[in-house]
């Protein structure tokens, strides 16, 4: 096969060519990445010198390039950083002067995903945790707060419950205290139950994923996947999340047809909050005008939910994102 087969992802920019690649000085360790991991070029970084490699799905999941001070290969990540670095990139940042030592580094330290998911879970996974908390808080308070009462109403609740005292003990405004609390908390038993539902609907469903980085955008479906405490259902324990449907690069989000509808919404929405907020409406992106940043939000009446990594210094991805959630 051609290196435009071979090393060049389908999804490149036009200006990578043959030539291109195998000029560049960091082609022997893009030989070496692309056997093992099968990671191709889908375009180049300042001034042409640095590659950026993605996986079979589109998401660029490192920088290489050869230094010509120091002669060594390097290779920019996201999954892992070093416990120091003069900065942000320098902390993600390995090299080697031999490509076997390198590609040695890499494996133990895992520098690289196995696959999309990995690399989603891994280098975004705040990022959806935030997601899971945004959707799942509007849905009602579960929480069971003993703020009510001051110290000595419970220390005299405690007499009563452990050496059998009578409830006369209690002042009458405490017994108002203790009747009013005893309907919210069951309230509350109410609204765990229903609440155990309504999310169990959301996130057993795949939800529709648009992002938009500095390339352009990404469209396919994530299950997403937390894990509740048992005893106190307001706390989430860990959140994952699983491809439901292969995320593809896309030229615009007008390809995404079933979603046209809500992002029109979600535009003119967004057009109005920020027109009243004198912001001004330049807030979408693309030749539709369709993909709308709504920032780290959620807005429920048009189940829609957000982060945004583009346009503030971050360490979490090689390209800057904004991700869009769209649950039916």
Known sequence: ????????????????????????????????????????????????????????????????????????????????????????????????????????????????????????????????????????????????????????????????????????????ESIAKVKDTFDKYAQVDIMRDKRRTEMAEIFTKPMSVVMRDEMGFMAGKLVLEPLWANDVESSLVSSRCAIAEPFKRIKDVDECVDLIPTLTMLKVYMQEKMSKNNDGVKIHHGESGLFTNIGDSYIQELRTAGFDENGRWTHSGILKSNWLFIHD
Not at 59 to 88: C, L, S
């Open 1 to 172: 096969m051609s290196i435009q087969q071979t090393y060049v992802h389908p999804s490149a920019d036009e200006l990578i060519t043959e030539e291109s690649i195998r000029d560049n000085e960091a082609f022997p360790l893009l030989r070496e990445l692309n056997h093992k991991y099968g990671l191709k070029v889908i375009c180049r970084t300042v001034n042409y010198t640095k590659l950026m490699l993605a996986d079979e799905q589109g998401f660029p999941v490192a920088t290489i390039w050869k230094d010509k001070i120091t002669d060594a290969y390097n290779i920019r990540g996201t999954m892992v950083a070093k416990d120091r670095g003069r900065h942000w990139e320098d902390k993600y940042t390995y090299y080697a002067k031999r490509i076997s030592h390198l590609m040695k580094v890499i494996e133990k330290e895992e520098l690289l995903p196995n696959n999309s998911e990995e690399f989603i879970n891994r280098t975004f996974g705040m990022n959806m945790r935030g997601v899971i908390m945004r959707i799942s808080e509007p849905y009602g308070d579960i929480r069971k707060s003993s703020g009510y009462f001051n110290g000595e109403e419970i220390h005299t609740l405690l007499k009563i419950v452990l050496n059998n005292r009578s409830l006369d003990e209690l002042s009458k």
